[in-house]
Antibody, heavy 120, light 108 residues
Framework: QVQLVQSGAGVKRPGASVKVSCKAS????????MHWVRQAPGQGLEWMGW????????NYAEKFLGRVTLTRDTSMSTVYMELSGLTSDDTAVYHC?????????????WGQGTLVTVSS | DIQMTQSPSTLSASVGDRVTITCRAS??????LAWYQQKPGKAPKLLIY???SLVSGVPSSFSGSGSGTEFTLTISSLQPDDFATYYC??????????FGGGTKVEIK
């Protein structure tokens, strides 16, 4: 079955960077776009961007341009989200999610989430 | 960007109640709308896509309707497992994808 397993929670200092991983299994990794969505405590869902694991093509939400980098390692069936210049506003649970198709935008499977806490 | 507005933000209901949540888009999105259910501490779960298509395994008590700019999610008979937060999401444009603010369905 489809599984997306993310790396563990962490605490980061303001100004630092964080890199979250998302390991996929149960499907052909290069056949499905992967998205990242975050959720601040008690808040709603915020889309960050997607990556095409086949080509490495990426698309970022304008809000995160210049701060977010999505990458993938096809040999490990893993996608990564790196966010730099962290502030307290970046404290959130970060989810990876599989696109049902190649860029449809329909998110049919989600990782368990990774809590990133930004605190001095 | 396409803005998605959900109402109400909180809904108090009892087991067995019929519940309706509304989602409005700032422009027409045809039927490119999904509904997700999220329970505390868990990832969202896809319930409905293309406005009215039920994901396999989702109880038939859930239904979706609408097109263009106005959509509804209906739970015909609320069960204890249904108390959760529900989000709509448009995928007419995949950049950016946008979500409604969420509707928390709580026990009355």
């Amino acid at each position: 079955q489809v599984q997306l397993v993310q790396s563990g929670a962490g605490v980061k200092r303001p100004g630092a960077s964080v890199k979250v991983s998302c390991k996929a299994s149960g499907f052909t990794f290069t056949s499905f776009y992967m998205h990242w969505v975050r959720q601040a405590p008690g808040q709603g869902l915020e889309w960050m961007g997607w990556i095409n694991p086949d080509t490495g093509g990426i698309n970022y939400a304008e809000k995160f341009l210049g701060r977010v980098t999505l990458t993938r390692d096809t040999s490990m069936s893993t996608v990564y989200m790196e966010l730099s210049g962290l502030t307290s506003d970046d404290t959130a649970v970060y989810h990876c999610a599989r696109d049902r198709g190649m860029g449809s935008g329909l998110l049919d499977s989600w990782g368990q989430g990774t809590l990133v806490t930004v605190s001095s | 960007d396409i803005q998605m507005t959900q109402s109400p933000s909180t809904l108090s209901a009892s087991v067995g109640d019929r519940v309706t949540i509304t989602c409005r888009a700032s422009q027409s999105i045809s039927s490119w709308l999904a509904w997700y259910q999220q329970k505390p501490g868990k990832a969202p779960k896809l319930l409905i896509y293309k406005a009215s298509s039920l994901v396999s395994g989702v109880p038939s008590s859930f239904s979706g309707s609408g097109s263009g700019t106005e959509f509804t999610l209906t739970i015909s008979s609320l069960q204890p497992d249904d108390f959760a937060t529900y989000y709509c999401q448009q995928y007419y444009s995949n950049s950016p994808l946008t979500f409604g603010g969420g509707t928390k369905v709580e026990i009355k």
